[in-house]
């Protein structure tokens, strides 16, 4: 095999870790791969932490153990979510997107890539040592920002629905009391998950907190913990929050004729 420059090595390096975030790949792998010594790609794995360490662009941790190696994750510097987080606050405070109800338009949004792959990698950050083994979310909304936080955690996309499909199987049905007070129904696969397994909770909004118990209720019912709880935007005042639960982004009670309020989490650095 013809000798791979150090550049080259890099930006393969680069490109299989920031597609695949918090993986470990051995440091075989890389040796393999580019016909390298162990020493050469411990130089080249520095010289890649020290570089996006610098530029804020995620950290390149080396794992030590028998099942070590290298992996990256999308963690820029921690002041950097709350300048990101207080633009797209000031966004959503224009008063044209108050909704019949006290609601707050938020679909265009978690439409945008760029917009929900950030606030996924910024939710992911809180959650990197609880282990869990899948994120949970409730169709619709909730699934791009859930999907982006997934990805970052290296973990799979479990959705709740509000009725079952016929291609899914077998499932587990609930009955839980929406936020504005209606029974609702939330089903799930009983392929989707295993007795035994933690989850994190991500979606996009909560008021009234009814679809999260909803959400709790059902992993309630398969034995699974959950190892945390985050919302994209959650409305102060409502239902009072579980110790476990935070939000991106907190808005005051929507009021006729006055400003629509919006501010970071506490935990928004």
């Known amino acids: 095999m013809e000798k791979v420059k150090r550049a080259e090595r890099l930006a393969v390096m680069g490109r299989v870790l920031t597609a ?14 580019f016909g390298a010594a162990k020493s050469t790609i ?6 890649l932490a020290r570089t ?16 070590g190696g290298v992996r990256y994750r999308p963690i820029g510097n921690v002041e950097s979510a709350r300048p990101f987080v207080e633009e797209l606050c000031k966004r959503l405070s224009d008063p044209g997107r108050v909704l019949p109800g006290g609601y707050l338009y938020l679909s265009d949004i978690l439409a945008e890539p760029e917009t929900v792959r950030r606030l996924g990698e910024i939710i992911a950050a809180q959650y990197y040592e609880t282990n ?48 504005s007070g209606r ?12 007795e035994g397994q933690s989850c994190l909770i991500v979606d996009d ?43 991106v982004m907190i808005l005051d009670p929507i009021q006729d004729g006055r400003p629509v309020v919006i501010r970071p989490g506490a935990w928004i650095k």
Request: net charge positive; charged share 20%; aromatic share 8%.
């Open 42 to 47: 411990s130089e080249d794995t520095a010289i």
């Open 205 to 247: 909004f909560t008021r009234g907190g009814g679809t999260v118990r909803g959400m709790r209720s059902l992993m309630n019912e398969f034995g699974i913990e959950i190892r945390g709880t985050c919302f994209v935007l959650a409305m102060r005042g409502g239902a009072k929050p579980a110790a476990d639960e935070k939000a």
């Open 183 to 194: 029974i609702e129904m939330m089903s799930l696969s009983r392929r989707a998950v295993k």
């Open 20 to 33: 695949n975030p918090n993986k470990i790949f051995t440091l075989s792998y890389f040796c393999e791969l």
């Open 132 to 179: 869990a083994d899948f994120v949970l979310t409730m169709e619709t909304k909730g699934i791009p920002v859930a999907l982006e936080a997934a990805s970052a955690l290296h973990l799979p996309l479990v959705i709740a629905r509000r009725s079952i499909k016929v291609y899914e199987g077998g499932a587990v049905n609930i009955s839980y009391v929406s936020g």
């Open 52 to 67: 996006w360490r610098t530029f804020r662009l995620g950290t390149v941790e080396t794992v030590t153990g028998a099942a």
